[in-house]
């Protein structure tokens, strides 16, 4: 699998009240989410990160091109696929270091990614609840708090844009939060030293709607117990399977597990021509 966490209470998900906020950087301890990049740019290798959110709707690599269109309509291991990618553009790969970058995403029915982004305005408490993302790298991890959200539309491809660095993306700050459905956390709020990552939720035509979420982006530094567990092994744990459980005697109640059960369906980390086989 790609992604693993890490914990010794291997139950309790990574929360925003678990990082300690710094002008600079995000300290969190307890668990800690890893993916397994070299594994995963076999058979992705347009793969230049994974968005994960351990409270909400988010799990998924994403990816870059320099063709604006392509992943709108691939998944990462380029399987054609009408929900799409997470993904950058742009002329070269993100490395993480510029002032804005511009995630992207198709926004779809059903909550799947950035289809959820409406939860965010319809529903009071969700915001509370969700308040940041984080964005795996091979080269370092980053926290995403999210200070504000605009509902537009396809066509508007302008308006809610940004660009400059510090004291220049203070200075239209006041209008974003202006335009925002969300009443910022004051800790989410960015400063100066901030690098911004934008969310945009795409339509499929030029009248459907577009969310966008904005995000502080800061380094992680992690604390705390770091042996990995498999994130798979979380999912199926956490629910009976169709083999029901099986007793061994001086071991304990073992969970069965076998691939005609439907828990294996949301796991399409490997593609049908690999090698690799679960345990």
């Not at 009240?17 to 710094?22: A, F, H, K, P, R």
């Amino acid at each position: 699998p790609f992604l693993a966490l890490a914990d010794e209470e291997v139950f309790v998900p990574l929360t925003h009240s678990e990082t300690i906020v710094s002008e600079t950087e995000a300290v969190v301890s307890g668990t800690r989410a890893f993916v397994d990049f070299d594994y995963l740019k076999q058979l992705a290798p347009d793969t230049v990160g994974w968005l994960y959110q351990p409270t909400g709707l988010f799990n998924a690599p994403v990816v870059y091109s320099d063709n604006s269109k392509y992943y709108k309509k691939y998944r990462y291991d380029k399987v054609y696929d009408a929900l799409g990618s997470l993904f950058f553009t742009g002329d070269t790969a993100p490395d993480f270091t510029e002032p804005v970058l511009v995630m992207r995403g198709n926004n779809l029915v059903g909550d799947f990614l950035f289809g959820s982004f409406h939860l965010y305005r319809r529903e009071p408490d969700y915001y509370q609840q969700n308040p940041c993302l984080y964005l795996l790298t091979p080269n370092g991890d980053y926290q995403l708090d999210i200070f504000a959200g605009i509902r537009t539309n396809q066509r508007d491809s302008n308006s809610w844009m940004v660009s400059g660095s510090g004291a220049e993306l203070l200075d239209v700050l006041p209008a974003i939060l202006e335009r925002s459905f969300l009443t910022p956390l004051p800790e989410n709020l960015p400063d100066e030293n901030d690098k911004w990552i934008i969310l945009s939720a795409e339509g499929q035509s030029q009248e459907s709607t577009r969310y966008v979420m904005y995000t502080r982006c800061r380094p992680i530094t992690y604390t705390g117990n770091e042996t990995p567990l498999e994130l798979t092994q979380l999912e199926l744990d956490a629910r009976e399977t169709l083999n029901g459980k099986y007793t061994v005697d001086g071991v304990g109640e073992w969970m069965v597990y076998g691939q005609n059960d439907p828990s294996w369906d949301r796991l399409i980390f490997e593609t049908e021509t690999s090698t690799r086989r679960r345990p």
